[in-house]
């Protein structure tokens, strides 16, 4: 997922070394080279790399007369785990605003033709317009919190991101959790998952966005989006028709009442927040009158609340 995967070298680490040399150049010597044979942009990378770096951290103390070593594991470190947050700032998360989508250039790293991960080739698409994908997505967190990704960029499991395994990168998309139809816009600036039944690899955040980080994975719809078309929803808003209904005192609750009416109808629906600070349903756009009694006579068999249709969002 970060970066792609290059088989690093099976030969001894340990090089000829001329006798004249002394035993602190031996060990430098030995720490280079293993930095030479491991991708930088790879957080799968063997735990020989961070051996290496301590090794390193430690000599650099000697040279420089410092004794201080780094006392805690770093958080990218040991099999992947979601953070310890409280309750709070959990909610918080799940009402992260979107990030705003912007034209950008495709990375120096990350985008090549193709490249190999555990035996089996992928190839880099030359656009993303247009794409639309629908499967599994799974999340990431601590174990890589603080990596480079494959764009470069430090990757950031409280920052809603992703990876892809073909798209150029970077470039937003809009993955929507078929199950609960939560939404939310990921910035894609990685590589992966590299599992046959995924076909993204999100944030911790993202994952608390669209309310599956303890299940690990969820049936999602992936869709690249353009600036112009981030925009277009609130152009719509002045003439499409949007059912809010229900009051919540949380967003648990809430989410509850949407994927039991998203169980019995096939429409788009969110939770939001109102002014007041509880939570509501939102179902829209619709379209059609027939729809529009449909979703009312739902809402009100559900006794979710007494459904108001507005203009606009």
């Not at 046959?196 to 955040?205: T, V």
Request: aromatic share 8%; proline share 6%; with cysteine.
């Amino acid at each position: 997922m970060i970066g792609h995967l290059l088989k690093v070298p099976q030969e001894s680490l340990h090089r000829p070394v001329p006798a004249r040399k002394s035993r602190l150049d031996r060990l430098l010597v030995f720490v280079i080279s293993g930095f030479k044979r491991v991708p930088v942009f790879n957080r799968f990378a063997p735990a020989a790399t961070a051996r290496s770096a301590l090794i390193l951290l430690v000599l650099m103390g000697a040279l420089t007369g410092c004794v201080g070593v780094p006392t805690q594991v770093p958080t990218g470190t040991g099999p992947d785990r979601a953070p310890n947050l409280t309750k709070s700032q959990r909610d918080t998360l799940a009402q992260a605003p979107d990030p705003v989508v912007t034209t950008l250039p495709k990375s120096k790293t990350g985008n090549p033709e193709q490249y190999e991960v555990w035996g089996k080739t992928y190839r880099v698409s030359d656009s993303a317009e247009g794409y639309q994908a629908e499967g599994m997505a799974s999340w990431y967190g601590a174990k890589f919190h603080g990596r480079r990704t494959s764009s470069g960029e430090v990757f950031n499991m409280y920052q809603l991101t992703a990876a892809h395994r073909s798209l150029p990168i970077p470039v937003f998309a809009r993955v929507t959790n078929l199950q609960n139809g939560r939404s939310t816009i990921v910035k894609i600036n990685d590589r992966g998952p590299f599992h046959e039944n995924r076909i993204i690899d999100l944030s911790y955040a993202a994952a608390i966005k669209l309310g599956f980080e303890n299940d690990g994975t969820a049936r999602v719809r992936v869709e690249t989006l353009t600036q112009s078309e981030q925009l277009a929803p609130s152009q719509e808003n002045n003439d499409s028709r949007y059912y809010h209904a229900g009051s919540f005192e949380t967003a648990e609750e809430a989410h509850r009442a949407l994927q039991q009416m998203l169980s019995l109808e096939a429409v788009s629906g969110q939770v939001v927040v109102r002014a007041s600070g509880d939570f509501a349903l939102r179902f829209g756009p619709v379209s059609s009158s027939a729809k529009s009694e449909r979703l009312r006579a739902l809402l009100l068999t559900l006794d979710i609340g007494l459904p108001k249709l507005v203009l606009g969002r």
